[in-house]
């Protein structure tokens, strides 16, 4: 695989940063990842918008437009010649002489094949375990999962596959994707505060507007062990149900109706974007 580094494309195993990096040094790096089907990037637009609103909010000392990053993925696209893969882009805190403070920012793209959850999972959904932990500067996409890598061994203990975090009684997102509660009642609801804004999450919206009753609020753990349906939004996962939190069972113990409907309209809107 190509990627391209700081003005160049290069093979993947030469695609090097030097140790000085504030991404190594101290983790702090702003990245974003989206899929390609077809060759096309999938709503890059919205992808490009929050890459540059995390680069901002992480005050990166970036020297990129938006346009060049943008024909530097049409050329990394046209090199590594994968219809679908996933691409991500990390700029970084840059070679900083200090350790700590930010200096050039250094901008990484690199593309993949990518890893869809296994149709079984689709199907019968996953078990997550809950955690009471806030990300910090929740609305930013950054290269920080110290706690999500951190409770992998916990995850696994409990036989779990990922972990809900909350704060305060009031559920948040998971380390990699944002939540979805269907109510008893038929509502889709999903959080507001705290989180990060998915793309996966603003498109099920857009989805969904006009055929469900859609609410944005607060939702506390109480409201997720009475759930009709749970699901998870992310680009590799799109849309996953979730159908056992700790030890409580969810609707059915299946993919729900609803999550299946959802997920069927998301493909054919995916392919429907590229077309
Ligand atoms: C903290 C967090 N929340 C939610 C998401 C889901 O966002 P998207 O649908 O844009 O992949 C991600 C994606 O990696 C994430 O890191």
Redesign the pocket.
């Known amino acids: 695989m190509v990627a391209f580094i700081n003005g160049e494309y290069k093979d993947e195993e030469k695609a090097l940063l030097h140790v000085s990096d504030l991404s190594i040094q101290r983790g702090y790096a702003a990245f974003?990842?989206?899929r390609t089907l077809d060759f096309k990037p999938l709503f890059l637009d919205?992808?490009l918008e929050?890459f540059f609103k995390s680069i901002e909010l992480l005050r990166l000392n970036n020297t990129y437009s938006r346009q060049q990053v943008k024909d530097i993925i049409r050329q990394l696209i046209e090199e590594n010649k994968l219809a679908v893969s996933g691409i991500r882009m990390t700029m970084t805190g840059g070679y900083s002489q200090s350790g700590y403070e930010p200096a050039t920012a250094n901008l990484i793209i690199t593309q993949q094949k990518l890893a869809t959850p296994p149709e079984e999972n689709i199907k019968e959904g996953i078990k997550v375990i809950t955690y009471e932990y806030q990300?910090d500067l929740?609305e930013i996409?950054s290269i920080n999962?110290l706690m999500?890598v951190w409770l992998q061994q916990k995850v696994k203990e409990q036989q779990a596959s990922d972990v809900l975090y909350y704060k305060n009684n009031i559920v948040t997102?998971?380390?990699?994707?944002?939540l979805f509660v269907i109510s008893k009642d038929g509502e889709l609801i999903t959080n507001q505060k705290n989180?990060?804004?998915?793309?996966?999450?603003?498109?099920v919206l857009e989805l969904a507007a006009g055929e469900f009753p859609v609410i944005i609020k607060d939702i506390t753990l109480d409201e997720i062990n009475n759930a009709a349906e749970l699901f998870m939004?992310?680009?590799?996962?799109r849309i996953l149900p979730v159908t056992r939190v700790n030890d409580k069972i969810i609707g059915s113990g299946n993919a729900g109706q609803i999550t299946t409907a959802l997920h069927t309209s998301f493909l054919s809107f995916e392919r429907s974007a590229v077309k």
């Open positions: 974003d990842f989206f919205d992808y929050r990300r929740p996409k999962y999500g997102e998971f380390p990699r994707s944002n989180i990060l804004e998915g793309i996966t999450r603003k498109k939004t992310s680009t590799t996962k």
